[in-house]
């Protein structure tokens, strides 16, 4: 429900519920307590956005800490590059680039390691958005790109028409003629998505180019559109942001006591906010209307507030911040890679050595086997030559013996041929007896 709800106040309250509901099922021991904890660091998340669109970037910054500590002790990595991601970004409305920048490649790393491309793009977006203020157009186009990218890869329409927008942003910043091209494309899809935020954003762009090409009354329904939502969503960034070009407009049609509490409004919201970009423009249209109402000691002061946010967002300092983190994550990437691939060699050497290792065994155990075989065909083979000579001894015994009995047999056989007196013995003997 939290997700899925549009209505600023509606949203702030299921998800106040839902941290209500995550804390009293951690605190009870409940067995899902897992669970519960990812909710709460999800919940804190939520806060801390909406504490961004209201301008209150402290509370902010300690619900994104407080998810990001959270997310680190259940082990959760998608949680953790928002909150990473969202810390990073506070820091950038804040004007502390190299902590900024410190977060999102922290981010970036770690979605590029869970081959996380939503987290990818929205990171690769935010660090496009810093090298855009620090005046590197070639290295934001090439982050906002590669962000477009991967957002289309995966279809997220959301992240398309914010990857347009910004695209447009630079080109505007060229006064190229393209921006309004991307911009009236990003605004197109926002309004297919019922998208506010992203409405209110691409309109106050669209009323720029038109104020640029003199359109004025276009240009004024756009920024009015562009305000109306604002004030609705309480974005006090984006408010600041919208009353500074209404002030740049009325001021470019010369009504300058018209402009003056636009521009006020503006940098008063922008100081709230604390964010030096917002404040640094209010001051530029407050200067220049000063100077035409003649009232130039508040036009100096407004210089010198100017110059000296321009000088916290653009100093050397950040720039070097920004190249500095720039080869560091260009060598952490490089390290990986080489690392990756360390460790597919060293993941195929591990397999051919338990391969030869099986082979290995598989020979021992054979050759176990053969041996084993070997060892019953010889005892069998003895043993067979054994029970051959017992048998040869044997036949050779009996051979005997038949030889004894049949020599015998013979013998009798003689001494009774000897002894009984043939037929024609016996018939002549028997002759003589009748005669007598």
């Known amino acids: 429900m939290v997700e899925a709800e549009s209505e600023e106040k509606v949203w702030q309250a299921y998800n106040k519920q839902a941290k209500n509901i995550a804390e009293k099922n951690i605190a009870s021991g409940d067995e899902l307590k897992k669970i519960y904890l990812n909710f ?14 209201s301008g209150d970037n402290n509370k902010a910054l300690q619900n994104f800490k407080e998810s990001l500590s959270i997310s680190k002790q259940i082990g959760d990595k998608n949680l ?52 855009a203020k620090q005046g590197e157009r070639d290295k934001a186009l090439e982050y906002h790109n590669k962000s477009l990218r991967k957002r289309e890869r995966i279809n997220d329409k959301a992240g398309i028409a ?48 038109y104020h640029r090409q003199g359109n004025n009354s276009l240009a004024l329904s756009y920024f009015e559109m562009s305000l109306k939502i604002h004030d609705e969503l309480q974005n006090k960034s984006g408010t600041a942001f919208t009353l500074n070009n209404i002030a740049s407009l009325l001021l470019k049609n010369k009504s ?35 100077i035409q109402q003649k009232k130039y000691k508040e036009a100096f002061e407004m210089f010198e507030l100017e110059i000296k946010m321009r000088d916290s967002l653009n100093n050397q300092q950040t720039q ?6 720039q080869l560091q994550y260009d060598y952490e990437k490089k ?10 060699k060293d993941a195929v050497s591990i397999e051919a050595l338990k391969q030869k290792e099986k082979e290995r065994n598989y020979f021992i ?72």
């Open 365 to 436: 155990v054979g050759f176990g086997l053969v041996l084993v075989l070997a060892i019953f065909i010889l005892r069998s083979f003895r043993q067979k030559q054994k029970d051959n000579a017992i048998i040869t001894a044997q036949k050779q015994l009996v051979d005997v013996k038949q030889k004894e009995i049949l020599d015998s047999i013979h013998y009798a056989k003689r001494i009774q041929t000897a002894l009984l007196p043939s037929e024609k013995y016996i018939d002549k003997s028997l002759q003589k007896l009748n005669k007598i």
């Open 335 to 344: 390290e990986l890679e080489i690392k990756a691939k360390q460790d597919k």
């Open 162 to 209: 914010q990857s347009l927008n910004n695209i447009g942003a630079i080109y505007d910043a060229d006064g190229g003629i393209r921006s309004l091209e991307f911009y009236q494309k990003s605004f197109a899809i926002y309004k297919e998505l019922g998208d506010k935020l992203g409405i209110a954003n691409a309109s106050n762009n669209i009323g720029s180019i």
């Open 256 to 290: 300058y006591d018209e402009a003056l509490p636009y521009a006020s409004k503006s940098m008063q919201v922008a100081i709230e906010v604390g964010y030096p970009e917002r404040i640094k423009s209010s001051a530029d249209i407050l200067k220049r209307i000063f």
């Open 40 to 53: 709460l660091a999800s919940t804190h998340n939520n806060i801390g956005v909406g504490a961004t669109y």
């Open 320 to 325: 070097k911040a920004a190249v500095k983190k």
């Open 80 to 131: 953790e590059t928002e909150a990473l991601n969202n810390i990073g970004y506070v820091y950038d409305i804040q004007g502390n680039i190299p902590l900024a920048l410190e977060y999102f490649h922290e981010s970036l790393k770690l979605n590029e390691v869970l081959k996380n491309d939503l987290g990818t793009s929205n990171t690769l977006n935010n660090i496009a958005t810093i090298y």
